[in-house]
T-cell receptor, first 112, second 112 residues
Framework: GENVEQHPSTLSVQEGDSAVIKCTYS??????FPWYKQELGKGPQLIID?????GEKKDQRIAVTLNKTAKHFSLHITETQPEDSAVYFCAASIINNNDMRFGAGTRLTVKP | KAGVTQTPRYLIKTRGQQVTLSCSPI?????VSWYQQTPGQGLQFLFE???????NKGNFPGRFSGRQFSNSRSEMNVSTLELGDSALYLC???????????FGPGTRLTVT
């Protein structure tokens, strides 16, 4: 089955700096890669996703890149703000199969 | 549009008891997936229901079961509770773009 690894487990950056979180996956059949943000006491919130037919997707300060050959994908947050502080999860699945496998999470802290 | 709702939000049960958790998906969504989140194991897929049928199942014992009603609302049941079942149980619903999953706030279950 699919195995998703996520690094780093914790990340601390200064406000305004960029943050990068990386994930690798094992199942070459996976073709859907979402990223979730989870704040304390809340469920994960979908912030961006990418499908395997594209290599990069951007939404304002957030971007995701995908390298299918190397089986890794990354989340990039630019101009970080204190409200970006949360736990971020990457995930992988096959489109139309909702058995989603998650990474272990990255706790991002943005210092003002 | 209202988001995914889960009830109850918090629950305390004793070992050996059984529990039923409820999830109401986003209006129009027909797929509901359930996940267990613990500090040690992270987010793990339990099962998915679509049009009242279980479509996918994770690697959990038979004590964990679920069902979906004709209005797409779903329930999950855990019988003969164990201490290790203490976790945040999350449900997520998917709609037209079947791969995008939106999570509810979760039910925090504590087994004593």
């Amino acid at each position: 089955g699919e195995n998703v690894e996520q690094h780093p487990s914790t990340l601390s950056v200064q406000e305004g700096d960029s943050a990068v979180i990386k994930c690798t996956y094992s199942d070459s059949a996976s073709n859907y890669f979402p990223w979730y943000k989870q704040e304390l006491g809340k469920g994960p919130q979908l912030i961006i996703d990418i499908r395997s037919n594209v290599g990069e997707k951007k939404d304002q300060r957030i971007a995701v890149t995908l390298n299918k050959t190397a089986k890794h994908f990354s989340l990039h947050i630019t101009e970080t703000q204190p409200e970006d502080s949360a736990v971020y999860f990457c995930a992988a699945s096959i489109i139309n199969n909702n058995d989603m496998r998650f990474g272990a999470g990255t706790r991002l802290t943005v210092k003002p | 549009k209202a988001g995914v709702t889960q009830t109850p939000r918090y629950l305390i049960k004793t070992r050996g008891q059984q529990v039923t958790l409820s999830c109401s998906p986003i209006s129009g969504h027909r797929s509901v997936s359930w996940y267990q989140q613990t500090p040690g194991q992270g987010l793990q897929f339990l099962f998915e229901y679509f049009s009242e049928t279980q479509r996918n199942k994770g690697n959990f014992p038979g004590r964990f079961s679920g069902r979906q009603f004709s209005n797409s609302r779903s329930e999950m049941n855990v019988s003969t509770l164990e201490l290790g079942d203490s976790a945040l149980y999350l449900c997520a619903s998917s709609g037209q773009l079947d791969d995008e999953q939106y999570f509810g706030p979760g039910t925090r279950l504590t087994v004593t």
